[in-house]
């Protein structure tokens, strides 16, 4: 029998500043190994830290200053449109002043920045996620907790946090647990099995490194992002969408921009010899389609039976990018392509280089 390893960790303590513990941390590849792929399974590292949550939480604050609402904006920084700035009321004046300074901070700059396409923003979530444990950024506690990050940025993440730790992340810290250990059962249920069918699927190992994966409150419109050097996925907790075994295949699907790789140099190879565009986020709404398509099947033909999540069936399960609307306009010609000439080869029906050219040549 072939069963992941679970393993519940403490969070941080204060002799691990920059090392703080994962919250949890599935499928260990000492432990467990596939039993029908010679491919490494992943391991996740899932997190709640304080300094991502707050960076993502004063991104939304200062987001929805600038009057974002999604109806209006469909870019990729913004807000849900069922957000509403948090209220001040009652607090203390200096409470209010600190945290409307680093709102308005945020929103002179970094607010109008892509979380995942703006590399300042990569490298800032990258940085703040390994600061989880720290009480500060400057490094005055230790040199562990000096964070390299510009100095203005620190000093409104710094006048913040109190306001943060005393009104909001206790609440947040707490949905982002209750996120993983909804998530982790499932894990522990269908992933070693759903890993190696999307290595063989994408035809790619999974990478050696571990998977970090930071649980925030806000994640950004998508409600997850995953930046890649290092692979850093990062979730929304609060996201409606994430929820039962959708917060699982979105993880999943975040986890599949790791293996990618083949896919995007399969897609541009063959559109390129044939002296064609390569369709811009092609490759990703393959990647939704697949994750997602394989998962269903997990959910409806494989053991696993969610009676809480939806009723039994096989059309029971609904992948994400169907039920939550991605598929209009270039996606949904893209999903009737992937109908025709990619879902074959997840049947078995046709090789991976078929599959490529016949979607190359139709497109
Ligand atoms: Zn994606």
Not at 147 to 152: K, V, Y
Not at 249 to 267: D, R, Y
Request: aromatic share 12%.
């Amino acid at each position: 029998m072939i069963t992941p390893l679970l393993l519940w960790a403490t969070a941080g303590s204060a002799e691990s500043y920059a090392a703080a513990a994962p919250v949890y941390r599935a499928m260990q590849r000492e432990s467990v190994q596939s039993s029908n792929t010679e491919s490494p399974l992943p391991v996740f590292e899932m997190h709640s830290g304080f300094w991502v949550n707050l960076h993502h939480f004063l991104y939304l604050q200062a987001r929805l200053l600038k009057g974002n609402s999604s109806s209006k904006e469909i870019g990729r920084g913004a807000a849900p449109p069922d957000e509403l700035p948090v209220s001040l009321i009652d607090f203390p004046a200096a409470e209010i002043q600190a945290w409307q300074d680093a709102v308005t901070f945020y929103s002179k700059d970094l607010a109008g920045r892509d979380l995942l396409l703006n590399g300042d923003m990569e490298i800032i979530n990258n940085q703040l996620s390994t600061m989880e444990a720290c009480p500060e950024l400057e490094g005055k506690t230790t040199p562990l907790c000096k964070s390299g990050l510009r100095q203005d940025l620190v000093e409104a993440l710094e006048r913040a946090a109190p306001v943060y730790r005393a009104h909001w992340w206790s609440q947040q810290d707490r949905a982002n647990r209750d996120w993983i250990a909804q998530v982790a059962p499932i894990i522990q249920k269908m992933g070693v099995q759903l890993s190696g069918q999307l290595a063989e699927v994408y035809q790619r190992p999974w990478p050696s490194q571990r998977l970090r994966v930071d649980v925030v409150w806000y994640a950004g419109p998508f409600g997850a992002y995953t930046s890649l050097d290092p692979i850093h996925v990062t979730i929304s907790s609060h996201d409606p969408r994430n929820r039962g075994v959708y917060g699982f295949e979105v993880l999943f699907h975040e986890a599949s921009h790791a293996l990618a790789g083949a896919v995007t140099a399969a897609i541009a190879h063959n559109f390129r010899e044939r002296d064609k565009p390569i369709p811009r986020d092609f490759w990703h709404a393959l990647l939704f389609y697949t994750t997602g398509e394989i998962v269903r099947r997990d959910v409806e033909y494989g053991t696993m039976t969610f009676t809480n999540e939806q009723t039994s069936g096989p059309s029971a399960y609904l992948p994400y990018a169907g039920r939550f609307g991605l598929y209009s306009g270039s996606w949904e010609h893209f999903r009737g392509l992937l109908d025709l000439y990619w879902l074959p080869y997840l049947d078995g029906k046709v090789s991976f280089d078929t599959a490529m050219a016949r979607l190359a040549a139709d497109m």
